[in-house]
């Protein structure tokens, strides 16, 4: 039976050229802490510099402006909490949306509880925010602006450069600081902070064919933020910690090679998901495309199926070798509904019948027709014994 996985959005495998990357720093050879002043930490800290750079260089942004993380969750939590903490006394504003990832909802949250105020603006029909919402919901006290680049359930991808646009234009008695979530782009989309008009920009390896517990915040110079862990100096003093020579030396070799090859890369994949898209619909009756047709990221596919439950189906589909989930893998253990469906004001059937498959680099046709093949059949075993019967 083959394994077909279809559940790159919530991880990626090590890529071969990443792993022998970061052997050197792994195996030995480049093995001292970068804080050392003996030749072999600066050794190490000339590796470190080398990283900033190159990943400087696809951001088109300083070196020092780059601070490495344990993941892209302590990124997030740093971008909320970080900037918070400088304008607790003075603007006590954010604005977000209903679909962020939990590493920034549960922050915004946190913050509510201490006395801030959160706006979380509503998504269309298609999971995109109004840049015109936005703008209104701007107030004096407002500081910090999150709005994820692409969705890591429905993979729409939002308007970014318009929003950064926006927040540069306005005549604003003091300056609204713009954080965008990019895990789930960095693979497909331009990252050109300049463009994108952010001041604060999220990555992370484990999306990107990368090592899993790295991540990395963009700080524009300028951009007030406190550390959330203290101790040494490391990383402008923003993130105390020896660095993840390694994790670090392979992230930044997988991005490297996601921006070299997003585009051809996302001509192969966008060819698959239509092809998934539309075998799906022709195969399977009461099946509704969650997010918008053709502003999506080029690897997702989120459907829902009615009258079954997601879960039910996620566990066949293990039973015949393919692997896909039901929404963000961060949040696999809870038995709630997925907020970003909901958010597109589907019924709470939709959100419990939802499927999300997340195509790779491995990821062929032939591992669509089998899911074509076997998605059917799953479909039809639990719709004979389910009790519920929406109708559309």
Known sequence: M?????????????????????KPYLEGGIYANPSSIHQEGRKAKYALYQARKK????????????????????SCNLAIFGTAENFSEKKDHIITSKIEHSAILKPCQKLEK?????????????????????????????????????????????????????????????KIYFHTD??????????????????????NGSKIYGPKGIGMLFVKQGTPIKPLILGGAQEEGK????????????????????????????????KLRDYLISGIKNKIPKVVL???????????VNVSVLDIEGEAVLLWLDKYGILASTGSACDSQSLEPSHVILALNRPYEFAHGSLRFS?????????????????PKITKKLRNISPVKIKI
Do not use: W
């Open 182 to 203: 990019a895990c789930q782009a960095a693979g497909f989309l331009n990252l050109d902070v300049q463009k994108l008009g952010a001041d604060l920009l999220t990555l």
């Open 114 to 174: 201490q006395g801030f105020k959160v706006t979380y603006l509503p998504v269309g029909r298609e999971g995109i925010i109004k840049v015109p919402d936005l703008e209104k919901a701007i107030q004096p006290d407002t500081f910090l602006v999150s709005i994820m680049y692409a969705n890591n359930e429905i993979g729409t991808i939002q308007p970014i450069a318009e929003i950064g646009k926006l927040l540069k234009s306005k005549n604003l008695k003091s």
């Open 55 to 74: 990943i400087a260089k696809i951001l088109n942004c300083q070196p020092q402006e780059i601070i490495f993380t344990g993941s892209g969750t302590e």
């Open 359 to 375: 195509l790779g680099k491995k990821t062929n046709k032939k591992d669509i027709d089998y899911l074509l093949k076997v998605l």
């Open 2 to 22: 083959p394994r077909v996985y279809l559940d790159h959005a919530a991880t990626t495998y090590l890529d071969k050229e990443v792993l022998k990357a970061m």
């Open 239 to 270: 993130r105390a910690g020896t660095e993840n020579l390694a994790g670090i030396i392979g992230f930044t070799k997988a991005l490297e090679i996601a921006q070299k090859n997003r585009k051809k890369e996302s001509a192969r994949l966008t």
């Open 290 to 300: 969650n997010g918008d047709r053709e502003k999506r990221l080029p690897n997702n």
